[in-house]
């Protein structure tokens, strides 16, 4: 007489469920970026100087690249 083995389980994948998560990094750039025109625009339009301007939006366009760089979490 055959006896009938139990039939295999198929793994079930755990989906995560995406839950929003507050960026505060993301809220953080934006503001740096306001700061940064707002500065660029005082440096701008108060002393006329277009070099210092730039200086200011491309420091801290850099800091902002620098910090969103190192906030990515690694891949899976």
Do not use: E, H, N
Not at 18 to 40: E, Q
């Amino acid at each position: 007489m055959q006896t009938l083995l139990p039939l295999k389980t198929q793994a079930k994948s755990k989906a995560k469920a995406a839950t929003p998560v507050f960026d505060a990094l993301g809220i953080w750039s934006l503001s740096m970026g306001f700061s940064a025109v707002a500065m660029a625009a005082i440096a701008y339009f108060t002393a006329g100087d277009k070099t210092g301007a730039a200086f200011v939006l491309v420091g801290a366009a850099l800091v902002v690249a620098l910090m969103l760089r190192a906030s990515v979490p690694p891949a899976d």
